[in-house]
């Protein structure tokens, strides 16, 4: 597709769980971002790729998530143990240069629900 | 520490008139700003953007207004239509040296534009 693809759109884990979110970028975007959004809140940058290479992982909130992107294009945001306050909407975004000039393409993102 | 703010959670205007949605931020270091426009169980969408080098930037009828000595933005839309009702997400970048560009993002606010 031309746009950003995330998947599965919604996901509800028992807490404890672990889970696996993707992201499909835009063909050819060298950027890539994971972002978290809490319930009425904005976006929160948790880590950044540039092609391959994990460049900025300061904003992930603990050592449960880890997210890869082994050959540069499609990303996977994993979190291990799942716990109530990781329930949010998980945003990916892409852009094509390898410094973001500013403007991003986002996915739909995936809606996590931890029970 | 919230370095973009959006103050208004929400606003409501007739058709045809102009909506102003506001941000402030603290964050000398920022350079680029952005809105990004989202309807529900979609991701943000691009709306605007302006560098800090400039006060004004227009597009149809969006025009972003920066004041740097306050840093301060303001987004105004005329005329208003009911398909703008959505949530405004004001967002802001560093540019350069090892941000690679991430956005810093408001918690957005919900515009409602009524027939």
């Known amino acids: 597709g031309a746009g950003v693809s995330q998947s599965p759109r919604y996901k509800v884990a028992k807490r404890g769980q672990d889970v696996a979110l993707r992201c499909d970028p835009i063909?050819?975007?060298?950027?890539l971002f994971w972002y978290q959004q809490a319930l009425g809140q904005g976006p929160e940058f948790l880590t950044y790729f540039q092609n391959e290479a994990q460049l900025d992982k300061s904003g992930l909130p603990s050592d449960r998530f880890f997210a890869e992107r082994p050959e540069g294009s499609v990303s996977t945001l994993k979190i291990q143990r799942t716990q109530q306050e990781d329930s949010a909407v998980y945003l990916c975004?892409?852009?094509?240069?390898?410094?973001?000039?500013?403007?991003?393409?986002f996915g739909e993102g995936s809606r996590l629900t931890v029970l | 520490d919230q370095q973009v703010k959006q103050n208004s959670p929400s606003l409501s205007v007739q058709e045809g008139r102009i909506s102003i949605l506001n941000c402030d931020y603290t964050?000398?270091?920022?350079?680029?700003f952005l809105w990004y426009k989202k309807y529900p169980a979609e991701g943000p969408t691009f709306l605007i953007s302006?560098?800090?080098?400039?006060d004004k930037n227009e597009d149809g009828r969006f025009t972003v207004f920066l004041n740097k000595s306050a840093k301060h933005l303001s987004l105004h839309i005329v005329p208003s239509q009911p398909g703008d009702s959505a949530v405004y997400f004001c967002?802001?970048?560093?540019?350069?040296?090892?941000?690679?560009?991430?956005?810093?993002f408001g918690q957005g606010t919900i515009l409602t534009v009524h027939p």
């Open positions: 967002a802001a970048s560093a540019r350069g040296g090892t941000s690679y560009g991430k956005l810093t």
């Open positions: 964050n000398s270091m920022f350079d680029y």
């Open positions: 063909s050819g975007h060298v950027s």
């Open positions: 975004a892409s852009s094509l240069a390898p410094m973001n000039t500013g403007e991003l393409f």
């Open positions: 302006i560098s800090s080098i400039k």
